[in-house]
């Protein structure tokens, strides 16, 4: 059962500090990754989408992946209130369907003002 | 139309009742996917299609039905809805090429099966 792991939170951090969210995967052989942002009563939003080792950057977000120990994270810098939402992350899978993902639970950010 | 679109918004529906989502999307996108989210449970894939003419089976396919007819619309049925289908439904399309991967949302119906 290939599996994406993630801490449901809530995570909390104060207002411009970072927040990191992570996330493990199951399926070695994985090439995509992605951070969506879902709003309470909202649907996922796509934000960060990942496919080598190493970090990429789009503004105040980062992610990093490692490949070899099957992780994938997520940092918000200068963390702000609208940032407060939950956060799946996603992944390819490989022996099934092309294109098909599957995605973890979520972790909840709340960032206080 | 702009993306992809879903209806109804919400629904509620009684237990034995046949029910249709409808997913429009104006992307041209070759593949279509439906998940349902609950609570603790995640986004979970019910059913998926590459392509018009092609569907597949998720991860929680049993109760559902799927057609393809054309590019842009991919409805969800549920022959005989049971109280455990109560959850909010997403459409999702990805399109061929660049980050062939990459999957874009609808807004999603809210299903009250009671």
């Known amino acids: 059962q290939k599996e994406v792991e993630q801490n449901s939170g809530p995570l909390s951090v104060p207002e411009g500090a970072i927040a990191s969210l992570n996330c493990t995967y199951s399926?070695?052989?994985?090439?995509?990754f992605f951070w969506y942002r879902q709003y309470s009563g909202k649907s996922p939003e796509l934000i960060m989408s990942?496919?080598?080792?190493g970090d990429k950057e789009d503004g105040r977000f980062t992610a990093q992946l490692n490949k070899a120990s099957q992780y994938v994270s997520l940092l918000i810098r200068d963390s702000q209130p609208s940032d407060s939402a939950t956060y799946l992350c996603a992944v390819n899978i490989r022996g099934g369907s092309q294109g098909n993902l599957i995605f973890g639970k979520g972790t909840k950010l709340s960032v206080k003002p | 139309i702009a993306g992809i679109t879903q209806a109804p918004t919400s629904q509620i529906l009684a237990a034995g009742r046949r029910m249709t989502l409808r997913c429009t999307q104006d992307?041209?996108?070759?593949?279509m996917y439906w998940y349902r989210q609950d609570l603790g449970l995640g986004l979970r894939l019910i059913h998926y299609s590459n392509t018009a003419g092609t569907t597949g089976k998720g991860e929680v396919p049993d109760g559902y039905s799927v057609s393809r007819a054309n590019t842009d619309d991919f409805p969800l049925t549920l022959a005989s809805a049971v109280p455990s289908q109560t959850s909010v439904y997403f459409c999702?399309?990805?399109?061929?090429?660049?980050?062939?991967?990459?999957?874009?949302f609808g807004p999603g119906t809210r299903l009250t099966v009671l």
């Open positions: 399926d070695r052989v994985s090439q995509s």
């Open positions: 999702a399309s990805r399109p061929r090429g660049g980050s062939t991967d990459t999957q874009y």
């Open positions: 990942i496919y080598s080792n």
């Open positions: 992307m041209r996108h070759n593949a």
